[in-house]
């Protein structure tokens, strides 16, 4: 199976958005696209997004899906802006609505939000199938960072999303609204089922000062060197690990305008009737 992958880095996030292709028929995914977002003046781009766009038509490819690993919480999606502008579909893993029922809490929205993933154009179930072109993907629930989180599987590639990082930074938190410590150990467990050549594809990066940002390793330099879980980690020292390294973590700067933007699947706010849109503040509640 002949895949071709393209990585995009968004500075301002650390974020990896990732294109899958097939070769063959020049149909594509997307996977964990970053809208732009200024925190200090509230203003929105499409510059990232954009760089997609143009990467796709260069290369004579036409997206058909719009992939998220999970609804995250350091950045704003561009999935509804890039629908709009490639008519792909846009998915996740049908644990969003969990998501969508606890964050429809916080932010108090209106009754008449749904809860049941209908922002999305499809909820992907444990193990199904995904094509893009000739290419047999499949979808994996990897919840514990999430409870939404998926990976993505293409051939000898997984896109893991915040589920687990470089060896050397270890594993996503689990302290959000849903998170779950033993999930997150025992969904990288599963992954590191696959085959040791398969290729781990990032989300993020933060690499120490003796080695460049990269979004991909290996699922064998997981299991041998992840400071976090590796093959003979133990499931509840990882527990306690993350349990205590979580209470010392700051919320990220994003995570109120992000949440309440990616659980609609990237949509924004309505405008309201001076033309302009507004994200909630929910104050002492995180």
Same mark, same amino acid.
């Given at each position: 199976?002949?895949?071709?992958?393209?990585?995009?880095?968004?500075?301002?996030? %650390?974020?990896?958005?990732?294109?899958?292709?097939?070769?063959? /028929?020049?149909?594509?995914?997307?996977?964990?696209?970053?809208?732009?977002?200024?925190?200090? /003046?509230?203003?929105?781009?499409?510059?990232?997004?954009?760089?997609?766009?143009?990467?796709?038509?260069?290369?004579?490819?036409?997206?058909?899906?719009?992939?998220?690993?999970?609804?995250?919480?350091?950045?704003?999606?561009?999935?509804?802006?890039?629908?709009?502008?490639?008519?792909?579909?846009?998915?996740?893993?049908?644990?969003?609505?969990?998501?969508?029922?606890?964050?429809?809490?916080?932010?108090?929205?209106?009754? &008449?939000?749904?809860? &049941?993933?209908?922002?999305?154009?499809?909820?992907?179930?444990?193990?199904?199938?995904?094509?893009?072109?000739?290419? /047999?993907?499949?979808?994996?629930?990897?919840?514990?960072?999430?409870?939404? %989180?998926?990976?993505?599987?293409?051939?000898?590639?997984?896109?893991?999303?915040?589920?687990?990082?470089? !060896?050397?930074?270890? @594993?996503? *938190?689990?302290?959000?609204?849903?998170? &779950?410590?033993?999930?997150?150990?025992?969904?990288?467990?599963?992954?590191?089922?696959?085959?040791?050549?398969?290729?781990?594809?990032?989300?993020?990066?933060?690499?120490?000062?003796?080695?460049?940002?990269?979004?991909?390793? @290996?699922?064998?330099?997981?299991?041998?060197?992840?400071?976090?879980?590796?093959? /003979?980690?133990?499931? &509840?020292?990882?527990?306690?690990?993350?349990?205590? *390294?979580?209470?010392?973590?700051?919320? !990220?700067?994003?995570? =109120?305008? %992000?949440?309440?933007?990616?659980?609609?699947?990237?949509?924004?706010?309505? *405008?309201?009737?001076?033309? @302009?849109?507004?994200?909630?503040?929910?104050?002492?509640? =995180?």
């Amino acid at each position: 199976m002949q895949i071709q992958i393209e990585s995009f880095f968004h500075q301002a996030t %650390s974020t990896f958005s990732h294109v899958v292709a097939d070769p063959d /028929s020049g149909q594509a995914a997307i996977i964990d696209p970053v809208l732009d977002f200024d925190y200090k /003046s509230g203003r929105t781009s499409t510059e990232s997004a954009d760089q997609l766009i143009t990467w796709l038509g260069e290369n004579g490819c036409q997206a058909e899906w719009i992939l998220e690993t999970h609804s995250h919480a350091d950045h704003l999606t561009a999935a509804m802006y890039l629908r709009g502008k490639l008519g792909a579909k846009i998915g996740i893993g049908e644990g969003i609505t969990e998501v969508q029922k606890t964050f429809a809490k916080v932010f108090n929205f209106a009754d &008449d939000f749904p809860v &049941d993933g209908s922002q999305f154009d499809h909820l992907f179930q444990d193990n199904e199938e995904i094509r893009i072109g000739s290419i /047999s993907g499949r979808v994996m629930h990897t919840p514990g960072h999430t409870s939404d %989180s998926v990976t993505y599987l293409f051939g000898d590639a997984a896109f893991v999303g915040d589920t687990m990082f470089m !060896p050397d930074f270890g @594993t996503g *938190r689990c302290d959000f609204p849903g998170g &779950d410590a033993r999930l997150l150990y025992q969904s990288i467990q599963k992954i590191y089922q696959l085959p040791d050549e398969t290729r781990v594809f990032l989300c993020h990066d933060y690499p120490p000062a003796s080695r460049e940002k990269t979004c991909m390793t @290996t699922i064998v330099d997981g299991k041998q060197h992840n400071i976090h879980i590796n093959a /003979s980690s133990n499931i &509840d020292e990882f527990i306690r690990m993350r349990k205590a *390294r979580d209470a010392q973590l700051a919320m !990220p700067a994003l995570i =109120l305008p %992000s949440i309440q933007v990616n659980i609609r699947a990237g949509a924004l706010p309505e *405008r309201e009737n001076n033309g @302009t849109r507004y994200l909630k503040l929910p104050l002492d509640r =995180l």
